[in-house]
Structures are given as C-alpha cells and as structure tokens.
C-alpha cells in the first residue's frame, strides 16, 4: 500500500514538474511570437502566426488550470508586506541641517559602501548615544 503511495506522489510531483516546465516553454514561445514582426509578412505567414499565438494561449489557459488542481499557485513579483511592516509606518520623516562637509561625508561613506544608507547610519549612531547616556 505505502509503495503505491509513494508511486502515486511521485508521479504528482513528476506532473507537476513537467507542466511547470511546458507552462515556461509556453510562455517563452507566446513571447517569442509577439516580437515578430507582422509587417513583412504575406497574409499566409500572418495567419500562421496569430494562430500559433491562439493555439499557445489556450494551452498556457489549460496547463495553468491543471497546474492550480494540482495545488500549484504561481505568484509574481515580491510578496506584499503588512501594513505595520512597511519603511514609511516604522519610520518618521525628519528634515536636519547638517554641515556641508558632513554631508559630503556621508555621501561619501554611502558611495563606497561603507553604509547602507544615512538614516538607518544615523539610528544606529542615536541608538549607541542613547545606550552610552542611559548607563552612565
């Protein structure tokens, strides 16, 4: 029983793989027959192209179908992050007046990369201030 199974997950993950796979080719050719030009072509040509480009549509349609009953969810770009995560929620706008030469300074440590950038450079000089103040 537990050979069948394991057979049974490997071929499902095996499935899933292999759409994965047809899906990306899938894609790669929709690509691919957008960039052609249509300009040069005969009417023949043409009409072979938009109906490759159809035929490749349906089947990106399809094998996404089948990927999602196979429990497969694709996901573009970075995933969005809570409200209360966000830089501008844990942080608070504040203009200051530095020298210019410190200014030049910090730009300077920023472009060799010594920093990542000014404002979390300043927090972290603000937070040792403020560990250094409260033990002494």
Do not use: W
Not at 13 to 27: A, E, T
Not at 66 to 87: A, M, S
Not at 114 to 126: G, H, R, T, V
């Amino acid at each position: 029983m537990t050979k069948i199974y394991n057979n049974y997950n490997n071929s499902k993950k095996y499935n899933l793989i292999s759409k994965k796979n047809d899906l990306d080719l899938c894609k790669r050719k929709i690509r691919n027959l957008k960039n052609i030009s249509l300009d040069n072509l005969s009417i023949y040509e043409k009409n072979k192209i938009t109906r490759d480009l159809e035929i490749e549509l349906r089947r990106k349609e399809v094998l996404e179908r089948d990927l999602k009953k196979l429990g497969f969810i694709e996901t573009k770009g970075r995933p969005k992050k809570n409200p209360d995560e966000k830089y501008c929620n844990t942080r608070k706008k504040f203009t200051a007046m530095l020298l210019p030469k410190n200014l030049d300074y910090l730009k300077a440590l920023k472009s060799e990369q010594k920093i990542d950038n000014i404002s979390s450079f300043l927090d972290e000089i603000i937070e040792i201030h403020r560990i250094e103040n409260s033990n002494a």
